[in-house]
């Protein structure tokens, strides 16, 4: 009898679940659009959108999180690697798998402080 064959995570940084608003722009264009961040790590996003773009698009991405009780941000620069259309609640729309394509050094320090207490705050509820 054959062993199960397991998935074998192929990614560098582990992704943490999160449910963050961000706002995008499309390079070169004013107009702002909003979506969810679903899942980050120090390499990608995988964000929630009701917009239909396109594969290789580049976004200027704005993802807003809470720091103690004040509210922040960090800003990166993705690139669409891939897209799903996605059927969450009443509401149709797009998943986006997304390539981080530049981020200063400050910022780049926000989104591991973030990523950081995402992973202790679930290895606290695993602890439960």
Do not use: C
């Amino acid at each position: 009898m054959e062993s199960p064959t397991y998935f074998r995570e192929r990614r560098k940084y582990p992704r943490s679940m999160m449910d963050l608003p961000l706002e995008y722009r499309m390079k070169n264009l004013p107009q702002a659009h909003g979506g969810l961040v679903v899942n980050a790590s120090e390499e990608g996003l995988l964000i929630h959108s009701i917009k239909d773009m396109p594969v290789g698009l580049k976004l200027n991405i704005i993802v807003l999180f809470p720091k103690g009780f004040e509210l922040t941000n960090f800003e990166v620069s993705a690139e669409i690697i891939w897209k799903d259309f996605h059927v969450y609640g009443n509401s149709e729309g797009f998943q986006y798998g997304l390539k981080i394509i530049q981020i200063m050094d400050e910022e780049h320090s926000k989104l591991k402080q973030l990523l950081n207490d995402l992973y202790q705050l679930s290895e606290v509820s695993y602890n439960f």
